[in-house]
């Protein structure tokens, strides 16, 4: 493409990461900063510990009250010392397994507890710049595709409810993306550093594991056998610290979100297409619908495209599954939590797509419905009420 050309989609990518930043803005309050991200409810003051009670923070409607809070509160108490987190969380060790991003917006905030509980709202922002950055690699917005492809991972559902709910969906994205950007140059065990700092954020990002490289002969297999350790080694010392608190209930915190194959998601099919006949194709219903449809063609391709040798491939499949056995539960909603939850499923179809090229538009367009979703979300600032 001629230079003129590249530079107007790149021109749009800059343009789309200063719509980003001004939305974010918008949630600005000038004594409570960004804490409207953190979905506390008005009605939470029973749950919320002292420390966080003696901060000034927004209070949002009680049906938007959400994880973030649980985990900014843990955040304020990162090593699990004070009693008042075990009143706090709906599920303390649940909850402290997933400890990572809580301790780096204490360290960002220098421990301070009202800019702990700021840092922990705005990180998710901050991890979006940085994946922005880091999916140049590879998806340059320098043609219409590269645009398209790496405009749907930015502004894909999961990613912003990432950040309009201060989650750990983002910041894990861009682990992730570290991750494989060092399998595919072979460093295992720099990929393997990574991962298992990323397992601290959530345990479902230890199926990242399955993007290092591919091993060849035995030598390669004990590299991997190794870096296998390395990945499991830093979420091991850390629940052997939260049983010491915890005890028995530890290890099986949120293994009951894993059923039988297809369960859940046949059962969200039919409560999506009975939503849509109820409510019209004029509604959120709808909405909700296409996310089905559009997870739905993203696994299609990666089995119609099976390239196995592709770390991002590896890494799509593997949440593809997941995205078949997940409890209902990560379903429920409109759209549900699925999105946030299957997010690397969603980046590698499209990095895939781009990379492979043929018939792009037609799969691009099914497998990014979600987008529409996405657009619903817009301006956020309506989420304040």
């Not at 075990?86 to 204490?106: G, H, K, M, S, V």
């Not at 959530?202 to 993007?211: D, K, W």
């Not at 997941?322 to 939850?341: H, K, N, S, Y």
Request: with cysteine.
């Amino acid at each position: 493409m001629p230079l003129a050309g590249a530079r107007l989609w790149q021109g749009l990518a800059l343009l789309c990461c200063a719509l980003f930043l001004s939305s974010v803005a918008q949630f600005y309050q000038p004594s409570l900063g960004f804490t409207a991200f953190l979905g506390l409810a008005e009605d939470g003051h029973s749950w919320e510990t002292p420390t966080l009670q003696a901060i000034p923070h927004h209070h949002n409607p009680p049906f938007m009250a959400y994880d973030g809070g649980q985990y900014a509160q843990l955040a304020l108490e990162p090593l699990l010392q004070d009693p008042a987190i075990d009143r706090a969380l709906d599920n303390p060790p649940y909850r402290a397994r997933r400890i990572l991003f809580c301790w780096t917006a204490w360290v960002a905030g220098l421990g301070r507890p009202s800019w702990v509980v700021q840092a922990y709202a705005l990180q998710n922002v901050v991890c979006w710049l940085l994946l922005a950055w880091v999916m140049l690699w590879w998806l340059p917005p320098s043609t219409p595709r590269g645009f398209a492809a790496w405009f749907a991972v930015m502004f894909s559902h999961g990613l912003l409810a990432s950040v309009r709910l201060a989650l750990l969906d983002g910041p894990s994205m861009l682990l992730l993306a570290l991750a494989i950007a060092a399998s595919e140059r072979g460093r295992t065990w720099t990929a393997a550093g990574i991962l298992g700092i990323a397992g601290l954020g959530r345990e479902t990002n230890l199926l990242g594991a399955i993007s290092l490289p591919w091993p060849a002969g035995w030598k390669g297999w004990l590299r991997l056998a190794g870096a296998g350790i390395i990945v499991l080694l830093p979420l091991l010392v850390w629940q052997d610290y939260i049983w010491s608190i915890y005890r028995g209930t530890s290890a099986s915190a949120g293994t009951d979100h894993i059923t039988p194959p297809l369960l859940a998601y046949a059962h969200k099919w039919s409560r999506a297409l009975e939503a849509v006949q109820r409510d019209g194709w004029y509604s959120y219903a709808a909405a909700t619908l296409l996310v089905v449809a559009s997870l739905s063609i993203q696994v299609i391709y990666l089995a119609w495209n099976r390239a196995w040798r592709e770390p991002w491939w590896r890494l799509a499949a593997v949440f593809a599954a997941l995205l078949l056995v997940v409890d209902f539960v990560v379903w429920e909603g409109q759209p549900g939590a699925i999105t946030r939850v299957v997010l690397p499923l969603s980046v590698g179809f499209n990095v895939l797509l781009y990379k492979d090229g043929r018939q792009f538009w037609p799969w691009f367009v099914g497998g990014n419905l979600l987008l529409v979703a996405s657009a619903a979300m817009f301006p956020w600032s309506w989420w304040l009420g």
